[in-house]
């Protein structure tokens, strides 16, 4: 939990017991907290054992119920309009614990604002107080001074664990349910459990179970499909579908030996953090397009077994002010909250390219963001970016602490193109065997691996046009008509080898 205390103290410091944090904010006379999280049920469990430590009477208000006293059988009479819900709490004298859920948008009304500081200001002088809770709560400058702020932590892999062990168990008093998860199934499920709230959680887990009455290991993709429908939900990144592995993209040692040395920080986090390891920050990808930058990127996530995010500038950016500052906001803290998690940023020199501020500045707004937040995150969220053209890159990117590497992606060697075309000749149905390869490879000089694959297809499609079968002929035909991009733009080839060399690390 992260306190935030006003004035001097107002630096955020980390807690390690949410109930002995809000014990001490209370003891302390601090008459106004807010605690910052989306899960008000959660917030609410957490106050009732406040207040029972203390020896506190709590009391609860919401817009729709008014104020009444936890466990009471009805609220106090009126208290559903919050000028006399705070009336009533003022008149009381009462030294105890008061939660007021989403009452934040309605301390805009000046009147109300000054009843609550009155009330917070007496609070100072007797043990209680008054508390708000909700999502991003922006209190009035002269609240905010006499506030302090608890953020909710996301649950742990323990809460978790005693949610489904209750959701199980009450299924159970009225169907029958098998768990069947094996001991790595199960450190998966609540691992993939983190992001969703404890009300979340539980409904995609009872869904899981009721559906078939079993939970298995296959019930862990249905936390993946939920997991999903958030990303679509938000509407700024896109879920991608991961079906590639490592061992599908062809060369690229060093980059899979640089991830594969990081593995067992995924799997083993606990591990890890008391080895002195942190979750790794991400990786730029530069070089030659049609290289591999982004199947391997898609791969990464596989490898890891963690979701793919993917980032589209195109739904970023925004005509309206401040929209695209809020999409990206957004975006991030989607990302956050489905962590730990791969985040693909394609092409990134599109997204954020160095500009002249055409744009009135928002591209530069919205880097300047982007950029804080790759060198400051806390959250499990592994960045893979790819550049095709670093010049046009902001030099703020290539700073170390953005990223863990800069990789240098070059046109494919001998042995990378032999496997290459036995990669998508097989994925065709074509046994590699039938072939020879050797010419192919030798003709192949000079071509990226999206070029290859190109080649490949377009003599598939003359092979079924002629009514006959796939031959080394018919590929040596169209990789002869076929001018790579080291041909037609070898200028620039030329140019980004150059820069990479002494700046980058050799991917392959």
Same mark, same amino acid.
Request: negative net charge.
């Given at each position: 939990m992260r306190t935030t205390l006003p004035g001097a103290a107002g630096r955020a410091r980390a807690?390690?017991?949410?109930?002995?944090?809000?014990?001490?904010?209370i003891r302390s006379r601090y008459g106004l907290i807010v605690i910052d999280t989306v899960e008000e049920d959660r917030a609410e469990t957490l106050l009732r054992l406040v207040a029972d430590r203390l020896s506190m009477p709590f009391f609860l208000w919401s817009r729709s119920k008014g104020l009444r006293?936890?466990?009471?059988?009805?609220?106090?009479?009126?208290?559903?309009?919050?000028?006399?819900?705070?009336?009533?709490?003022?008149?009381?004298?009462?030294e105890a614990l008061f939660h007021l859920a989403a009452f934040e948008p309605l301390l805009t009304n000046d009147a109300l604002a000054d009843r609550m500081r009155e009330i917070a200001t007496e609070y $100072? *002088?007797? &043990? %209680?107080?008054i508390v708000i809770t909700g999502?991003?709560?922006?209190?009035?400058?002269?609240?905010?001074?006499l506030s302090a702020t608890v953020t909710l932590p996301p649950p742990d892999p323990a809460e978790y664990q005693r949610m489904l062990d209750g959701i199980v168990r009450d299924l159970r008093k009225r169907m029958r349910v098998e768990v069947a998860l094996t001991p790595a199934a199960s450190a998966r499920l609540l691992a993939n459990l983190r992001g969703l709230t404890l009300l979340e959680a539980e409904k995609v887990l009872t869904k899981a179970i009721i559906e078939d009455n079993r939970l298995t290991d296959e019930d862990v993709a249905h936390v993946m499909q939920y997991k999903k429908e958030i990303?679509?939900?938000?509407?700024?990144?896109?879920?991608?579908?991961?079906?590639?592995?490592?061992?599908?993209? $062809? *060369?690229? &040692? %060093?980059l899979k030996d640089w991830l594969r040395k990081r593995t067992h920080i995924i799997t083993s986090p606990e591990k890890a953090a008391s080895f002195g390891l942190t979750f790794p920050k991400g990786v730029l990808l530069v070089g030659v397009p049609g290289c591999g930058k982004s199947l391997c990127a898609k791969a990464v996530a596989m490898e890891w077994s963690l979701p793919l995010l993917k980032l589209d500038p195109g739904r970023l950016y925004n005509k309206y002010i401040g929209e695209s500052e809020k999409n990206f906001a957004r975006a991030m803290a989607t990302a956050e909250r489905l962590a730990p998690c791969v985040l693909f940023i394609d092409e990134l020199e599109k997204a954020f390219s160095s500009g002249d501020g055409e744009d009135g500045g928002v591209s530069q707004r919205v880097l300047g963001t982007f950029l804080s937040w790759l060198q400051d995150r806390k959250s499990e969220v592994f960045t893979v970016a790819t550049a095709n053209d670093v010049s046009r890159?902001?030099?703020e990117f290539l700073r170390k602490g953005r990223f863990d590497e800069v990789f240098f992606v070059d046109l494919p060697d001998g042995e990378a193109r032999q496997a290459i075309l036995e990669i998508h000749l097989a994925r065709r149905g074509h046994d590699p065997a039938r072939f020879e390869v050797a010419p192919l490879v030798t003709a192949t000089d000079g071509f990226s691996g999206a070029e290859?694959?190109?080649a490949i297809v377009a003599a598939l499609y003359t092979a079924f046009a002629a009514q006959r079968p796939l031959t080394n002929e018919v590929l040596l035909d169209e990789i002869r008509t076929t001018r790579p991009?080291?041909?037609?733009?070898?200028?620039?080839?030329?140019a980004v080898r150059a820069w990479a060399h002494g700046r980058t690390v050799r991917a392959n």
């Open positions: 807690g390690h017991d949410p109930l002995r944090d809000l014990e001490l904010l006293r936890d466990g009471a059988a009805g609220p106090v009479y009126g208290t559903t309009d919050p000028a006399q819900a705070l009336a009533h709490i003022a008149g009381t004298h009462l $100072a *002088d007797r &043990a %209680g107080a999502a991003g709560v922006q209190l009035p400058e002269a609240l905010r001074r990303v679509e939900r938000e509407g700024v990144l896109e879920y991608y579908p991961v079906e590639e592995t490592l061992a599908q993209v $062809a *060369d690229l &040692a %060093g890159l902001p030099p290859i694959e190109q991009l080291s041909v037609v733009m070898a200028e620039r080839v030329a």
